[in-house]
């Protein structure tokens, strides 16, 4: 199994930044793919980006200009850099990370999930 565990939530103001960030542990060899996700309570999860294990990312159309996920294999840590936050983007956030290659924004497709970080934007 793979472990995920997020780190870096909190609160900001809108315009500002943060950076999140999600060690895996366990079968690390095993992961070819890894994504961030968002969730408000009562709304469906929602993908932000993915990257597989050559470094190829996929993002959400409408987050892409403002959000950027890379990686250090190396530590086997992904990382969220968002800039110029808005209150809109107030959710729970979550890594995952699914054995197969390639890139997906769909929640389905991930089997490993991190407990997941607050951000909250005022």
């Known amino acids: 199994d793979v472990q995920l565990v997020e780190s870096g939530g909190g609160s900001a103001l809108a315009g500002g930044s943060l950076r999140l960030s999600c060690v895996a542990s366990g079968a690390t060899q095993d992961i070819g793919c890894m994504g961030w996700f968002r969730q408000v309570p009562g709304l469906e999860r929602e993908g932000i980006g993915s990257i597989d294990s050559d470094g190829i990312t996929t993002y959400a159309d409408s987050l892409k200009a403002r959000f950027t996920i890379s990686k250090d294999s190396a530590t086997n840590t992904l990382f969220l850099q968002m800039n110029s936050l808005k209150p809109e983007d107030t959710a729970i956030y979550y890594c995952?990370?699914?054995?197969?290659?390639?890139?997906?924004?769909?929640?389905?497709?991930?089997?490993?999930w991190g407990q997941g970080t607050q951000v909250t934007v005022s």
């Open positions: 995952a990370a699914a054995s197969w290659a390639g890139t997906s924004l769909r929640p389905s497709e991930y089997v490993y």
